[in-house]
């Protein structure tokens, strides 16, 4: 992560501001660096100095948990079966440690400081990775893991999940294919969502729609797109949900 040493070392700025950029600010300047790293305005007059492809790792790592942070207040408060789901996404999924996990916490605690709202983040977030569907959608399936954490999914967090849907432009396809894995259904149902195919389409149909899904999320197509490291080991994640429900479903359509 060549961009988080950057920053924390305070050698450079970035070049993005609105509600994210803040977040990061507050985060890095009331905590990180006392001494090197004055404030985000250091940022705001270093402007560039992060390569394109860093600055994009800066922000999705900066969106995850400034979005997820206003996620879990959607109900009122933060469950600890929330910040044990959170927890667990920066150790086990993302493999954050040390400086890079403890940055992750502060952007949380930042963010839910703030009174921007999960919409600004949300929007920022899509307005910066519209063009990479495979990164909006793994997003939207960690909201909905946080959102059925503490096993209630309260009307509010189901608000926010819908917003989500309408701002990152999901069709209802897309979301049905991630609210399935998480919401009670069917297991064969639940197959067939994931797939974004139907109950009755025949096998040939379900094998392409496989195969178009398992290019979206294959790791090596996650790479090749210079997509933040953080994401690969999500992104093999959903492949493996992917194979899974293909499997399910052949096993079903051949026996």
Same mark, same amino acid.
């Given at each position: 992560?060549?961009?988080?040493?950057?920053?924390?070392?305070?050698?450079?700025?970035?070049?993005?501001?609105?509600?994210?950029?803040?977040?990061?600010?507050?985060?890095?300047?009331?905590?990180?660096?006392?001494?090197?790293?004055?404030?985000?305005?250091?940022?705001?007059?270093?402007?560039?100095?992060?390569?394109?492809?860093?600055?994009?790792?800066?922000?999705?790592?900066?969106?995850? &948990?400034?979005? $997820?942070? #206003?996620? %879990?207040? !959607? *109900?009122?408060?933060?469950?600890?079966? =929330?910040?044990?789901? /959170?927890?667990?996404?920066?150790?086990?999924?993302?493999?954050?440690?040390?400086?890079?996990?403890?940055?992750?916490?502060?952007?949380?605690?930042?963010?839910?400081?703030?009174?921007?709202?999960?919409?600004?983040?949300?929007?920022?977030?899509?307005?910066?990775?519209?063009?990479?569907?495979?990164?909006?959608?793994?997003? &939207?399936?960690? $909201?909905? #893991?946080? %959102?059925? !954490? *503490?096993?209630?999914?309260?009307?509010? =967090?189901?608000?926010? /999940?819908?917003?989500?849907?309408?701002?990152?432009?999901?069709?209802?396809?897309?979301?049905?294919?991630?609210?399935?894995?998480?919401?009670?259904?069917?297991?064969?149902?639940?197959?067939?969502?994931?797939?974004?195919?139907?109950?009755?389409?025949?096998?040939?149909?379900?094998?392409?729609?496989?195969?178009?899904?398992?290019?979206?999320?294959?790791?090596?197509?996650?790479?090749?797109?210079?997509?933040?490291?953080?994401?690969?080991?999500?992104?093999?994640?959903?492949?493996?949900?992917?194979?899974?429900?293909?499997?399910?479903?052949?096993?079903?359509?051949?026996?």
């Amino acid at each position: 992560m060549a961009w988080m040493g950057k920053i924390l070392g305070g050698t450079v700025g970035w070049s993005f501001g609105g509600p994210l950029g803040a977040v990061i600010g507050a985060a890095i300047g009331n905590h990180f660096d006392k001494n090197n790293f004055a404030s985000s305005q250091f940022g705001q007059q270093q402007k560039n100095n992060l390569n394109q492809q860093e600055e994009k790792q800066t922000i999705f790592f900066t969106s995850i &948990f400034s979005m $997820l942070a #206003k996620f %879990a207040q !959607a *109900d009122g408060t933060v469950s600890r079966s =929330e910040i044990k789901t /959170i927890d667990r996404f920066i150790k086990n999924e993302l493999k954050l440690q040390g400086d890079a996990r403890e940055l992750a916490i502060r952007i949380f605690d930042e963010a839910k400081r703030k009174n921007n709202s999960f919409t600004e983040y949300a929007q920022q977030f899509y307005d910066n990775f519209k063009s990479e569907q495979t990164l909006v959608l793994g997003m &939207f399936d960690l $909201l909905m #893991k946080v %959102a059925v !954490a *503490d096993d209630d999914f309260h009307h509010k =967090e189901e608000e926010y /999940i819908k917003k989500a849907k309408r701002i990152f432009k999901l069709n209802d396809s897309q979301y049905e294919s991630i609210r399935s894995q998480y919401v009670e259904t069917a297991d064969l149902e639940k197959y067939y969502k994931i797939l974004e195919c139907s109950p009755e389409a025949d096998f040939k149909e379900v094998k392409r729609k496989y195969r178009k899904k398992a290019k979206e999320f294959h790791p090596d197509n996650v790479i090749g797109k210079g997509l933040p490291e953080e994401f690969v080991d999500f992104a093999e994640q959903e492949f493996k949900k992917i194979n899974d429900a293909y499997e399910k479903i052949k096993e079903h359509k051949t026996a």
